[in-house]
């Protein structure tokens, strides 16, 4: 059974940084391919980012120049180093394989921007 911890949230203000971190255990991490995933109050899950088991990397639009993944294979974590935050990047932060096929959602990370 594949389990999924985040950390790392918390409160910023608008501008400043935060970095995420994902554990995951159970799976056959490096060869998948993972990604970030956000859901704000009353809005629809949103994806965010996503890297490659090789380290190709894409963004959403809404964080691309502002939010960088990566991952290290050896210790099975994602990280996602969030820069120039703005309040409406205030969401639950997840993470999870990037497939239709999700792995069970762990219970995120609470990200709140102040402005």
């Known amino acids: 059974q594949v389990q999924l911890v985040e950390s790392g949230g918390g409160l910023a203000q608008a501008g400043g940084s935060l970095t995420l971190s994902c554990a995951v255990s159970?799976?056959?991490?490096?060869?998948?391919?993972m990604g970030w995933y956000r859901q704000a109050p009353r809005k629809e899950r949103e994806w965010v980012a996503t890297?490659?088991?090789?380290?190709?990397?894409g963004y959403a639009d809404s964080v691309k120049g502002r939010f960088t993944i990566s991952r290290d294979n050896a210790k099975h974590i994602v990280y996602l180093q969030m820069n120039s935050l703005k309040p409406e990047d205030t969401a639950v932060y997840y993470c999870?394989?990037?497939?239709?096929?999700?792995?069970?959602w762990g219970q995120g990370t609470q990200v709140t921007v102040s402005s």
């Open positions: 159970g799976s056959t991490f490096s060869i998948n391919a």
């Open positions: 999870n394989v990037a497939k239709y096929q999700k792995w069970p």
């Open positions: 890297i490659s088991s090789g380290g190709t990397t």
